[in-house]
């Protein structure tokens, strides 16, 4: 139960971190854009992306049992969830 859980929140991580990563890109290729205001957003894109190491570290090593990774791995996806609605309802 505990692995699923974290398999879950890995593999839910990593799909959501896909949507920054081409935000992040698209931001970096584009100079920022209109008077580079585009660089404001790129610290709250860049960020989600680091928790894409610990992740990736749980799938590679299939070390599920480790609490601190499941921590870093559970606020991570709580703040890429939030930031990604956030993302989603200010362009609507």
Request: with cysteine.
């Amino acid at each position: 139960m505990f692995k699923i859980f974290h398999l879950t929140i890995c593999v839910l991580l990593i799909l959501v971190n896909i949507f920054f990563l081409i935000v992040s890109i698209s931001i970096l290729f584009e100079n920022g854009g209109a008077f580079g205001f585009g660089y404001i957003i790129l610290p709250f894109t860049l960020f989600p992306n680091l928790f894409l190491i610990s992740s990736i570290t749980v799938l590679r090593k299939k070390d599920f049992k480790n609490p601190v990774l499941l921590l870093i791995n559970t606020l991570g996806l709580t703040y890429c969830l939030f930031f990604f609605w956030f993302f989603i309802i200010s362009t609507i």
